[in-house]
């Protein structure tokens, strides 16, 4: 079965710092995308960023350009979302998430096949 597993979410005042893990198991394929994204309070899920295992490329959107990093963790086949310069408009539950297209990276939740449960961010003013 394929496994998402997300952690790292948390409570941190703005400024401050969070680092969110997801960690895959269980992928029929090898190569994929895996994304994070975010969704608040009535709306709908927003995509925050992703990478391709294929080549490297990420993608995030504009709001977290510059403050958030995704990296990949190939011994642990996870993934990290570093998020520095918190703000309170960044509080949400965040998933991870993959799909099977790797070519290109796109924050559209509709082409990711498999998702994680959520882990929420709460960054306080």
């Known amino acids: 079965d394929v496994q998402l597993q997300a952690s790292g979410g948390g409570v941190v005042q703005a400024g401050g710092s969070l680092r969110l893990s997801c960690t895959v198991s269980?992928?029929?394929?090898?190569?994929?995308?895996i994304g994070w994204f975010r969704q608040f309070p009535g709306r709908e899920r927003e995509g925050v960023s992703a990478?391709?295992?294929?080549?490297?490329?990420?993608a995030y959107t504009d709001s977290v350009k510059g403050r958030f990093t995704i990296s990949p963790d190939n011994a642990k086949n996870a993934v990290w979302l570093q998020m520095d310069s918190l703000k309170p408009e960044d509080t949400a539950v965040y998933y991870c998430?993959?799909?099977?297209?790797?070519?290109?990276?796109?924050?559209?939740?509709?082409?990711?096949?498999?998702w994680g449960q959520g882990t929420l961010v709460t960054v306080s003013s």
């Open positions: 269980g992928l029929p394929f090898e190569d994929y995308a």
């Open positions: 990478l391709s295992t294929y080549n490297g490329a990420t």
């Open positions: 998430a993959v799909s099977k297209w790797y070519m290109s990276v796109r924050l559209r939740a509709l082409i990711f096949d498999y």
